[in-house]
């Protein structure tokens, strides 16, 4: 077969083990069992190799916003490679898909964002993003500030620093840099560490550990906050609604920046724009990607508000940071056809009044399933925690199990959720209907129950 060049399922699982290693997998039990070769995908279901037909409740990985499919998009990349298929914006040039995304991105975005840096990705962004913070600071004569808190369990990326800014402990452990300047607090994760209080005292309780922290540390010493909106990747945590104004409150008040990671709630998620504008969160700096593009071509970015960007502006030099792929026309002309259709199609505004309400009732009742403790939504966000009983909210004993159970179980029968530890979550494509939120909800009912 392979001297024909023609392979079948099993030449392609076999050269899969033999010379392919995934990202997040553990590499033998993967070569054990085979992996399953995604061939095409349309609207929101995927194809295997076999021709298994699945419904992608994940979006690709948080990320495939319009669905799968669009001509348009692919339109764009091809019209855009044939007149300039690469330059960059490095030495006193640049693009006009890179100027007009950096336009259109100050339009969408909320009101001080005006000024757009472009990465490949969102570990790129968050790298940009520290970088940035600390050069902000020692403009203003005040390079000892240099901390940045974040939270446990946050995910910022893969890269060494984006790792360590981040606050997964099982990726800590697997080395990442002891940077002493990121520092953690806790998530508001009221199902999991909430410990039976009140939820909105919860929500207060934790946003105020960034005070302490801050006051700990010495206010001299912290540059920034850090954030998601909704941590997605951590398992869809959706703060207590006291949570982020008194987060905005403490960073006004001590003058710290305040960053929010939008990779996952950015353009259109959780039904409004940014995640940011849900919450009414005003950030000094965002970091975007995924849906940028509706994950069509990998390209990231970091919105700068004006207090920071008039710092580097008017008294930074260069800025010595920058990436290949900073501002690519081709990734920057998908991404600009991507905000187009979301705003033709008025996407977002479907989200916000017909399909996340409908998720949320419909997501809500397997809240009722025997194993599951919590069912929760906001937009198109959803998670549902499996439990050993029902009762007392018990997890079971081996962490993590019932949950890679019910997402291979659910893989079998034609759905792709992910598990985050016991922690079932799903992100589908904003352009799911109602009726395919039925079939959804129905086939992870289903699942749930041959997971008992
Ligand atoms: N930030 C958040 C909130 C994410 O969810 C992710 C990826 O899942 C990243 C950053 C990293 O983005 P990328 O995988 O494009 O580097």
Redesign the pocket.
Same mark, same amino acid.
């Given at each position: 077969n392979r001297d024909q060049g023609t392979y079948d399922t099993a030449d392609y699982q076999a050269a899969d083990g033999r010379h392919h290693l995934h990202p997040f997998t553990d590499f033998k039990s993967l070569r054990s069992r085979g992996t399953r070769v995604i061939t095409r995908a349309q609207g929101i279901y995927l194809w295997d190799s076999e021709g298994h037909k699945m419904l992608d409740a994940m979006a690709g990985?948080?990320c495939v916003n319009l669905g799968y499919g669009r001509e348009e998009l692919a339109q764009a990349a091809y019209t855009q490679m044939q007149a300039l298929p690469y330059y960059n914006s490095f030495f006193q040039t640049t693009t006009q898909p890179a100027i007009k995304l950096a336009e259109k991105l100050a339009e969408v975005s909320p009101e001080s964002l005006n000024h757009a840096f472009f990465t490949g &990705? !969102? &570990?790129?962004s968050?790298d940009t993003i520290i970088r940035m913070v600390r050069r902000y600071w020692q403009l203003l004569e005040q390079p000892q500030k240099t901390v940045i808190i974040s939270r446990n369990n946050a995910?910022? !990326? &893969?890269t060494v620093a984006?790792t360590s800014l981040g606050g997964m402990r099982y990726m800590h452990d697997q080395n990442s840099l002891a940077i002493e300047d990121f520092v953690h607090i806790d998530q508001p994760y009221w199902f999991g560490e909430g410990g039976g209080r009140p939820v909105e005292a919860f929500g207060l309780a934790v946003a105020q550990q960034l005070e302490s922290k801050i006051l700990e540390l010495g206010v001299n010493r912290v540059a920034a906050f850090i954030a998601?909106p909704v941590q !997605?990747?951590g398992g869809v945590i959706i703060p207590p609604a006291s949570y982020w104004p008194e987060i905005q409150r403490i960073c006004d008040h001590y003058g710290i920046l305040l960053i929010a990671?939008e990779?996952?709630c950015g353009f259109g998620r959780l039904g409004a724009w940014f995640g940011s504008d849900h919450f009414g969160i005003r950030p000094d700096l965002m970091?975007i990607?995924?849906g940028l593009s509706s994950g069509y071509l990998p390209i !990231?970015g970091v919105l700068v508000g004006d207090r920071v960007a008039g710092v580097l502006i008017d008294q930074g030099g260069e800025f010595a940071h920058g990436f290949t792929y900073s501002g690519h026309p081709t990734t920057a002309a998908v991404a600009l056809k991507n905000l187009e259709i979301l705003q033709r199609e008025q996407i977002i505004e479907t989200v916000a009044a017909q399909t996340a309400p409908y998720l949320e009732a419909a997501w809500g009742k397997l809240g009722e399933h025997p194993l599951v403790g919590e069912a929760r939504s906001l937009g198109l966000l959803g998670a549902i925690e499996l439990v050993k009983d029902k009762q007392s909210r018990i997890r079971f004993d081996d962490k993590g199990s019932a949950g890679a159970l019910c997402r291979d179980i659910c893989f079998d029968n034609g759905l792709v959720m992910r598990a985050v530890g016991d922690t079932m979550v799903i992100s589908p494509p904003l352009v799911i209907t109602t009726a395919e939120i039925d079939e959804l909800v129905e086939k992870a009912s289903r699942c749930l129950d041959k997971t008992l």
């Open positions: 990985l948080w &990705s !969102g &570990s790129e968050n995910y910022h !990326g &893969s984006a998601e !997605g990747a990671d990779v996952i970091t990607a995924k !990231g």
